[in-house]
T-cell receptor
Framework: DAGVIQSPRHEVTEMGQEVTLRCKPISGHDYLFWYRQTMMRGLELLIYFNNNVPIDDSGMPEDRFSAKMPNASFSTLKIQPSEPRDSAVYFC??????????????FGSGTQLSVL | AQSVTQPDIHITVSEGASLELRCNYSYGATPYLFWYVQSPGQGLQLLLKYFSGDTLVQGIKGFEAEFKRSQSSFNLRKPSVHWSDAAEYFCAVAIHGSSNTGKLIFGQGTTLQVKP
């Protein structure tokens, strides 16, 4: 398995532009998570999905952020309009979500976002 | 509220020396605890986890961690560090009531540097 695949690896954009980050989870995983990593705040959970349905979006910072999962193999995180304070590394992760003790998160390599 | 504290932001050890990375958590019940490692430019990888049972857990790459309820700690150890262990290490606790252990609160991370 190729693991969790994120694209792009790097994104540089100007303030006010729309940014779309993409994620392909590991096939068969029921849960998908979006995390944001910054020096100031560390790793924060933004939103997670179970079977393509958003379960908890309480970590989404504001309405400029939205996430979708149209099918089991694809998810997007969109920022519109983007602001410099959105600059961070955004990670997507997936897990089997069996409810047992064998669960663990598999992380993608992240998208480094820079908003100028 | 649940929280995780990693007191050491940066640690330097010599190759071959022993290592201990500290982690303290705040949680009202028996926690689910994790250690993840992040190599530069990569996503996080699970080293080990504690759910219940034996308080000394073994992980990958020769790491182990010990859960001490009386101290609210889950310190990570390795008897002999290799240069390839240089990375950032994150302790995490699963959020209470989460049906999936992927909803994690992460510590701020400890950067490990290994001297030759």
């Amino acid at each position: 398995d190729a693991g969790v695949i994120q694209s792009p690896r790097h994104e540089v954009t100007e303030m006010g532009q729309e940014v779309t980050l993409r994620c392909k989870p590991i096939s068969g995983h029921d849960y998908l998570f979006w995390y944001r990593q910054t020096m100031m705040r560390g790793l924060e959970l933004l939103i997670y999905f179970n079977n393509n349905v958003p379960i908890d979006d309480s970590g989404m910072p504001e309405d400029r952020f939205s996430a979708k999962m149209p099918n089991a193999s694809f998810s997007t995180l969109k920022i519109q309009p983007s602001e410099p304070r959105d600059s961070a590394v955004y990670f997507c992760a997936s897990s089997l979500g069996t409810g047992g003790t064998n669960e663990k998160l598999f992380f993608g390599s992240g998208t480094q976002l820079s908003v100028l | 509220a649940q929280s995780v504290t990693q007191p050491d932001i940066h640690i330097t050890v010599s190759e071959g020396a022993s290592l201990e990375l500290r982690c303290n958590y705040s949680y009202g019940a028996t926690p689910y605890l994790f250690w993840y490692v992040q190599s530069p430019g990569q996503g996080l990888q699970l080293l080990l986890k504690y759910f219940s049972g034996d308080t000394l857990v073994q992980g990958i790459k020769g790491f182990e961690a010990e859960f001490k309820r009386s101290q609210s700690s889950f310190n990570l150890r390795k008897p002999s560090v290799h240069w390839s262990d240089a990375a950032e290490y994150f302790c995490a606790v699963a959020i209470h009531g989460s049906s999936n252990t992927g909803k994690l609160i992460f510590g701020q991370g400890t950067t490990l540097q290994v001297k030759p």
